[in-house]
């Protein structure tokens, strides 16, 4: 059996932490997927299960911020385009 758990902390929200829980068949399906994936380093070394989902996580966290950086620009470049004011047609 396995639990995912994610919880953010913070001034504005608090604590918040949201819970998912897997049975064994699939608890054992994702540690399949992280020894697939995670389960030797880039020198081809072993990884231990803790190391495996630090790895796993890391890659999760890369990605979650990339996502927030790409909202954040997309938000400004369309405050920029809506700044810009039509040209007028006489």
Do not use: C
Not at 51 to 59: C, D, F, G, P
Not at 63 to 77: F, M
């Amino acid at each position: 059996m396995a639990d995912i758990t994610l919880t953010v902390v913070g001034s504005d929200v608090g604590t918040i932490t949201s819970t998912v829980s897997l049975g064994p068949v699939d608890s054992d399906r994702l540690m399949a997927y992280l020894m697939a994936t995670h389960g030797s380093d880039a020198d081809g070394n072993q990884r231990t299960p803790q190391q495996m989902i630090e790895a796993y996580w890391s890659k999760v966290t890369e990605g979650t911020l990339n996502n927030v950086l790409r909202y954040e620009q997309d938000q400004a470049a369309q405050s920029a385009r809506d700044s810009v004011a039509p040209i007028s047609v006489l």
